[in-house]
């Protein structure tokens, strides 16, 4: 008897269905942000069986990405986020369009981070004001999206958990988002993944010149959680996207 025939995307197929694997490879979603928590969410994503990733990030790898970024290895260190992340994507996908912008979002980068139609977005930006102008797009224009909290200073993933914003608990970056969405007087069920877990105060300083505190004592993070984070995401994507 001859042995079948094997397709990356079989098992999912399995788990999915046909018609199902269709419909994502007919799908389009923008990560914007392809750090710890939004290179797990493409690699998910991609190996999902996602037609098109739209991958927003002006950084480059550097040293201390090692521990927690799937992209990030020594032969990576210095190179542009989004296209390490497109040739990995290529490396197992060879039907996965891959668009990269070497960018850092804001509110003023909208016209060139939407330039085409897309299905979902996942917000896994470090920085409070461009999460809340993504988060103000999606809204405005009726695009189905997710947005990551805060991951650092942590180390259960088992506590990792997607909810309404407003609903969230001991989690700072949700503290602040929560307070700029009724200060901007924002409406609309604005869906996060976070973390339950009480995050530990990193104080050591790491960089004597920096301007800001973060800057000077950068958080702590371990290769645990911000990756629990991406995956949660891809699921929840995937999920949204089965539904239309």
């Known amino acids: 008897m001859a042995s079948p025939v094997e397709t990356p995307l079989q098992r999912m ?10 419909k994502l490879k007919q799908a389009s979603v923008l ?13 998910a994503l991609a190996r999902s069986g996602i037609g098109k990733l739209i991958l927003v990030d002006g950084d480059t790898v550097a040293p201390s990405n090692l521990n927690r970024q799937i992209h990030a290895t020594f032969a990576t260190i210095g190179q542009s986020k989004t296209k390490v992340m ?16 070497d960018l850092f979002y804001d509110a003023t980068k909208n016209e060139e981070v939407f330039i085409e ?26 695009i189905p999206f997710i947005s990551s ?3 650092a200073n942590r ?10 914003l407003m609903k969230t608990s001991y989690d700072p970056v949700a503290k602040i988002m929560r307070s700029l969405v009724r200060k901007h007087h924002i409406r609309g069920k604005i869906p996060v993944v976070w973390s339950s877990e009480q995050p530990t105060v990193q104080t050591k300083v790491i960089y004597e010149d920096g301007i800001t505190r973060k800057q000077k004592m950068p958080p702590a993070s371990s290769p645990f959680v911000p990756s629990a984070a991406g995956l949660a995401i891809a699921s929840y994507a995937i999920k949204q996207l089965l539904k239309k």
Request: proline share 3%; glycine share 8%.
């Open 13 to 22: 197929e399995l788990l999915i269905g046909e018609d199902n694997i269709i």
């Open 31 to 43: 990560i914007v942000g392809v750090g710890g928590v939004g290179s797990y969410a493409a690699e």
């Open 86 to 101: 497109k040739k990995r994507i290529e490396s197992y996908r060879n039907d996965c369009e891959v668009i990269t912008q």
């Open 117 to 142: 139609p897309v299905d979902f977005v996942v917000d896994a930006i470090d920085t409070m004001s461009s999460k809340l102008a993504l988060i103000q797009y999606c809204l405005q224009h009726n």
């Open 149 to 151: 909290m805060g991951m």
């Open 155 to 164: 180390m259960d993933p088992t506590c990792v958990t997607i909810c309404d």
